[in-house]
């Protein structure tokens, strides 16, 4: 059965494949090699990593605490401060 329109499957251009590296070089790799004094990152390649970096590597979100404020030294009972001398002292000498 022939096709319409003169194209055939075997006449139409195929799609180039996209070179993709196994290890490929992160923003990151860029960041730290300028630190080093790699002098091979053109400026080019150093503005690309600025502008990949929080896409590839989002900041860490804060993280939330359960934090218990500290008591102050006069609100220790002598009990509670004898244990903590205690625990000092035994650790001290380990």
Known sequence: ??????????S?????KRYRRKNPITPLDIFTRVMQGDDTITDRQFDAAKVAAPYLHPKLSGLSMNAVVRKGLDEYSDEELAALAHTSQHSSSD
């Open 12 to 16: 139409q251009p195929m799609p180039k």
């Open 1 to 10: 059965m022939a096709q319409s329109g003169g194209t055939t499957p075997s």
